[in-house]
């Protein structure tokens, strides 16, 4: 009984739940290099660096421990550039008995697996994607009979669960959040630990000179490109994190500083989604390292919150409202996505800086995307799809399961409060509380209105007007309401009248620079 063993760009784990049961004598594992995942959005070239990379480290890996590997180059010559037709080809060259594959992350390849038996006619077994903490039926359980689906609630049942940060049946430290504390803006004079990050080796360049080769023209630089493509490197990696970083993760989380855009930060997310990193061994480091009174509770515990809370929550989202969720569109926004999102030319320095580190090193971290880039399309009634595919392109960790809930619950509020009690819209004044961007900005945080004003801040008070019949209900948004219901109409207008001149004018420069990808 032979079987082929699937494994995905985005399943490089040794404990993979398809391949635990592996008989290296008989079975084959197949990894396959696709042009139809190399572009379904036109990916940061890092981003396909790092995936095709770390997938030959993790066959050569296999290949040490005396598995066959099967592993069809991108350029190899017969290559069909898709899933489907490739393991339909890998039947035929191996003739296995069955076929074992992990779930997978996206939607898209679950509607290729489901056929693969049809076509292949070789039975198809699809295995729990065990790598997280919950299952996607732990998740759908915890939804019966909810009417909300809050991620703090999940939060404190996974921690329950897992035995995570606890004290018998109590958080540790009495408190089940500590997100209060975490808030603080960064001193001018802070030091900001220096970031462990690896050279590319040869694999890693062969891997360059082939994406610079097919796709040159897709967005970003290769030349920072510092990612583990390795689990010894991840490793490494969370070390470095762990020493270095999360002592101060939890009071500077939100804090944003040009010209550093990794702040205190883990730049995990590759590693960890790609499967080099389990999210189990990260948690169980951050709780060591409180045990040992190397890093304070506020810190750990916001730092687990991400990965036991947030990240297991958005793909329990995303898998229990998929199809549907991709369409959603509850603020009815259409705009095009501004061009400006893909060359970083704008004269506002909040988003210069954020696009730019995005550009540099396909990365920004959460606050960058959910209150800079996120902010902005939610403000501008950017259509939802499209400010979506950027986030799914242009970042090195970004996979549908992950970033769709995260755009279209948290950023631009598409859901219509599925995830968020509320969108995360705010105006200049929270970007300036929180960064030094706007010191040195062309445009004056502190002015409403006028030609030098922020658009943040006409933008803001003209989203709430525009929406007023879908938001003005919402308890957390009754203050700025009865602000706006104080002014006089004429005042309201105005706001309304800058805010649409701002946007055509964007639209204008756009449609005649002609930048699209
Ligand atoms: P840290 O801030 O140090 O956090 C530690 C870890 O927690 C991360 O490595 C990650 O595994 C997890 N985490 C933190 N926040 C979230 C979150 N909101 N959802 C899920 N996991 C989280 N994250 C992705 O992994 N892929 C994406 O495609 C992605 N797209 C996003 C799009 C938008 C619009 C927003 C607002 C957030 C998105 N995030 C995404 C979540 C978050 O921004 C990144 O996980 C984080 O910035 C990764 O950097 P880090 O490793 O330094 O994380
Ligand atoms: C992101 C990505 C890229 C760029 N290329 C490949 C590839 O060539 N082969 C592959 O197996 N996976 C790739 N991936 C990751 C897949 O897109 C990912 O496995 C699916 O989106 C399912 O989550
Ligand atoms: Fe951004 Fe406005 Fe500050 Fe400029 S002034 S950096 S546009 S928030």
Redesign the pocket.
Known sequence: MSVLRVVLGDQLSFELSALVDLDAKRDVVLMMEVVEETTYVPHHKQKIVLVLSAMRHFADQLHQRGVRVDYVQLDAPDNSGHFTTEVQRAVARNRPDRLVVTEPGEWRVQTMIEGWQVLTGVPVEVRADDRFFATRARFAAWTQGRQTWRMEHFYREMRREHALLMEGDRPAGGQWNYDAANRKRLPARAVLPPRRRFAPDATTREVMALVERRFGDHFGGLEQFGWPVTRADALIALDDFIAHGLAN?GDY?DAMKAGAP?VF?????PA??LGLLS?REVCRAAQAAWLSKSAPLNAVEG?VR??LG??EY?RGVYWSLMPDYADSNALQATRKLPAFYWTGETEMRCLREAIGSTARHA?S??IQ??MVT?NFALLAGVAPREIERW??AV?A???EW??MP??LG??VFADGGQMASKPYAASGAYIDRMSDFCARCAYDVKQKTGPKACPFNYLYWAFLIRQKDRLADNPRLAMPYRTLTAWPPERRQAILAEADAFLDQLEAKDKLSGVTY
């Open positions: 993760f989380q990794f930060h883990a730049l995990l997310s960890i989604n999210p730092f991400q990965i947030w990240r958005v990365y971290h959460h995307r959910l996120g986030y799914l970042y960790d970004a996979y992950v970033e995260n755009t948290m950023a």
